[in-house]
């Protein structure tokens, strides 16, 4: 019997370069509070969100997440048509099919690579980091491309006091290689199916197209995912620096999702953070990006900090499934 060829790739992995790009519209608190009967105080005290970007109506999540890359590739140095895969993290494509990752590739020169979404959410970056990592060791590809990218503003009702005013778009993206030195941890991910219903859109396909249902929003059970994200993710996040071989001492960074100010907070008192160790916030002029936010706050958190280059950074992911994944990374 013949012998087949398999595909062998380097040992280690690293991000090479971040990209990010935002909505082009600043939203202040003051400019939803009407609908929900609120204030600017009211959403200050319960997210840290003082305003959100959001994208004008002709600016798609392609868009976004085409520019994102772009900056995410020009920053690592690596010509386009080296890319091996993209992989576009989103909940926000306007169609099924197809994928908002074969056109990105398109556009951003990375020729006839190939391209596929993720739909885990708010842990889908994390998820594409791990899929790109694991692609390159396995030498199915050289880069890869990593993107989340989200344009939630369409899922808003304006109305809702759950979910609306946290939301927010843009993209972020990192370009992933080789390495000579373990700069990307194994990945701790997972779900939780028995809580699928804490968030949710209001109604399906084929209710909106029945005319059974108003187009579909996006609502949460607050209480239900603060208290899931604060402990059950801080488990998770410890189980992170443990697989990695880390402790919260050696960190540079800490770079939640940016789901709520509250939860951040929260976050870093339970895995009893260092003063030196940086915190992504991100969300408090951004919003809630979903698979957007952990890449955007660490490509500012970079801008902001140049020093922190080289550093460990723990990364995690959690939000609708539920979901989860978290691993630690070295800075680019």
Same mark, same amino acid.
């Given at each position: 019997?013949?012998?087949?060829?398999?595909?062998?790739?380097?040992?280690?992995?690293?991000?090479?370069?971040?990209?990010?790009?935002?909505?082009?519209?600043?939203?202040?608190?003051?400019?939803?509070?009407?609908?929900?009967?609120?204030?600017?105080?009211?959403?200050?005290?319960?997210?840290?969100?003082?305003?959100?970007?959001?994208?004008?109506?002709?600016?798609?999540?392609?868009?976004?997440?085409?520019?994102?890359?772009?900056?995410?590739?020009?920053?690592?140095g690596i010509d386009p048509s080296r890319v091996g895969a993209v992989i576009v993290s989103t909940i926000s494509?306007?169609?099924? /099919?197809?994928?908002?990752?074969?056109?990105?590739?398109?556009?951003?020169?990375?020729?006839?690579?190939?391209?596929?979404?993720?739909?885990?959410?708010?842990?889908?970056? /994390?998820?594409?980091?791990?899929?790109?990592?694991?692609?390159?060791?396995?030498?199915?590809?050289?880069?890869?491309?990593?993107?989340?990218?989200?344009?939630?503003?369409?899922?808003?009702?304006?109305?809702?006091?759950?979910?609306?005013?946290?939301?927010?778009?843009?993209?972020?993206?990192?370009?992933?290689?080789?390495?000579?030195?373990?700069?990307?941890?194994?990945?701790?991910?997972?779900?939780?199916?028995?809580?699928?219903?804490?968030?949710?859109?209001?109604?399906?396909?084929?209710?909106?197209?029945?005319?059974?249902?108003?187009?579909?929003?996006?609502?949460?059970?607050?209480?239900?995912?603060?208290?899931?994200?604060?402990?059950?993710?801080?488990?998770?996040?410890?189980?992170?620096?443990?697989?990695?071989?880390?402790?919260?001492?050696?960190?540079?960074?800490?770079?939640?999702?940016?789901?709520?100010?509250?939860?951040?907070?929260?976050?870093?008192?339970?895995?009893?953070?260092?003063?030196?160790?940086?915190?992504?916030?991100?969300?408090?002029?951004?919003?809630?990006?979903?698979?957007?936010?952990?890449?955007?706050?660490?490509?500012?958190?970079?801008?902001?900090?140049?020093?922190?280059?080289?550093?460990?950074?723990?990364?995690?992911?959690?939000?609708?499934?539920?979901?989860?994944?978290?691993?630690?990374?070295?800075?680019?």
């Open positions: 019997m013949a012998t087949l060829n398999q595909a062998t790739g380097p040992r280690f992995t690293r991000i090479l370069g971040y990209g990010a790009a935002r909505g082009d519209l600043a939203v202040p608190n003051d400019d939803l509070v009407g609908p929900i009967d609120s204030s600017d105080e009211w959403i200050r005290q319960r997210t840290g969100i003082v305003e959100r970007k959001r994208a004008s109506k002709d600016v798609g999540v392609v868009d976004l997440a085409a520019q994102a890359g772009a900056e995410a590739i020009a920053t690592a494509n306007e169609v099924a /099919t197809p994928s908002v990752s074969t056109l990105v590739a398109e556009r951003i020169g990375a020729g006839i690579a190939p391209a596929y979404d993720v739909n885990a959410a708010c842990a889908g970056y /994390t998820y594409g980091i791990a899929q790109g990592d694991a692609l390159i060791r396995a030498g199915l590809a050289e880069y890869v491309l990593v993107i989340g990218a989200e344009k939630l503003s369409p899922m808003v009702d304006p109305t809702d006091r759950s979910i609306s005013f946290l939301l927010g778009d843009g993209a972020g993206a990192a370009l992933l290689g080789p390495s000579d030195t373990p700069s990307i941890s194994p990945t701790v991910w997972g779900s939780d199916g028995s809580q699928w219903g804490a968030i949710w859109m209001t109604s399906t396909y084929s209710q909106v197209r029945d005319g059974e249902a108003p187009f579909a929003t996006m609502r949460q059970n607050g209480q239900t995912v603060f208290r899931w994200a604060v402990w059950e993710m801080a488990k998770v996040a410890k189980q992170a620096l443990e697989t990695a071989g880390v402790t919260v001492d050696d960190l540079a960074a800490f770079i939640p999702h940016q789901a709520n100010m509250r939860i951040i907070d929260e976050f870093a008192k339970q895995l009893g953070l260092p003063e030196h160790v940086r915190i992504g916030r991100d969300i408090e002029t951004t919003g809630n990006t979903s698979a957007a936010s952990i890449p955007l706050a660490s490509h500012r958190l970079l801008q902001e900090h140049p020093e922190l280059s080289g550093g460990l950074a723990l990364q995690i992911g959690f939000g609708a499934g539920l979901v989860f994944g978290a691993q630690v990374v070295v800075l680019p």
